[in-house]
């Protein structure tokens, strides 16, 4: 499994010829320097209907001519777009071709802001997601919750990418509470320094993660690593 970090929560996973994006959020995103149109998935799934997750999805998904997979209320707004949709809910998963998504808790919001309408997102999630045999775990916005020890239990989680800016979501230390909980080997730290309000310090944060026996992978925005 090839991921590659485009800045603030979005990732682009690739595995045996198959690609999907997660909360593809680039038009906008001061650390994101891939044009929406330079992006050839199979699949944009949704953890929640924010717009700093919801981004370029219409368009990405238009373009592809791909599925959104997303929560169901968010799923039911993006069909009224004119795209293709897999509605989830949490507890859930689906199989697309090569690509296996589970929906798991996050304890967060959900709503998108259109044209200054806020419109009702559903519940907000995490997203397991695997791919040529390894399992990512996406959390995305969410606050430290017990339940991640279980997430943790239940699933041979190969990297957990970790919200750590704080304010909106968890904020570092707690984050390294949830990285030992979920058990996985390797962190990628997400939703930090896109805006003043989640400005931290992630080598500090990797550091944290060492002592912990657990390998803390900064990317850089269109850097990429292999799991
Ligand atoms: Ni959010
Ligand atoms: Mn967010």
């Given at each position: 499994?090839?991921?590659?970090?485009?800045?603030?929560?979005?990732?682009?996973?690739?595995?045996?010829?198959k690609s999907v994006i997660i909360d593809p959020f680039l038009t906008g995103n001061p650390n994101s320097e891939v044009k929406p149109a330079d992006i050839r998935v199979d699949a944009?799934?949704?953890?929640?209907?924010?717009?700093?997750?919801?981004?370029?999805?219409?368009?990405?998904?238009?373009?592809?001519?791909?599925?959104?997979?997303?929560?169901?209320?968010?799923?039911?707004?993006?069909?009224?777009?004119?795209?293709?949709?897999?509605?989830?809910?949490?507890?859930?998963?689906?199989?697309?071709?090569?690509?296996?998504?589970?929906?798991?808790?996050?304890?967060?919001?959900?709503?998108?802001?259109?044209?200054?309408?806020?419109?009702?997102?559903?519940?907000?999630?995490?997203?397991?997601?695997?791919?040529?045999?390894?399992?990512?775990?996406?959390?995305?916005?969410?606050?430290?919750?017990?339940?991640?020890?279980?997430?943790?239990?239940?699933?041979?989680?190969?990297?957990?990418?970790?919200?750590?800016?704080?304010?909106?979501?968890?904020?570092?230390?707690?984050?390294?509470?949830?990285?030992?909980?979920?058990?996985?080997?390797?962190?990628?730290?997400?939703?930090?320094?896109?805006?003043?309000?989640i400005e931290q310090d992630v080598e500090a944060f990797c550091a944290n993660l060492k002592e912990a026996g657990i390998e803390g992978i900064a990317l850089q925005s269109k850097e990429?690593?292999?799991?």
């Open positions: 499994m090839k991921i590659t970090y485009l800045g603030h929560s979005a990732l682009l996973v690739e595995a045996e010829g944009v799934l949704l953890t929640h209907a924010h717009n700093d997750h919801f981004g370029d999805t219409i368009g990405i998904a238009k373009a592809n001519d791909c599925p959104v997979v997303a929560p169901v209320e968010l799923a039911n707004y993006c069909m009224e777009q004119g795209v293709k949709t897999v509605g989830m809910n949490i507890g859930g998963s689906h199989q697309l071709e090569g690509i296996k998504v589970k929906y798991t808790l996050a304890f967060h919001s959900s709503s998108l802001t259109v044209d200054d309408k806020v419109i009702y997102g559903g519940e907000p999630a995490g997203i397991l997601l695997t791919m040529g045999g390894k399992t990512l775990y996406h959390a995305g916005d969410t606050a430290l919750f017990g339940d991640m020890k279980i997430i943790g239990e239940l699933n041979n989680i190969d990297i957990a990418a970790l919200p750590i800016g704080d304010f909106f979501t968890m904020g570092p230390e707690d984050a390294l509470i949830a990285a030992k909980w979920v058990g996985a080997p390797k962190v990628l730290p997400l939703h930090y320094n896109t805006f003043p309000a990429s690593l292999e799991v």
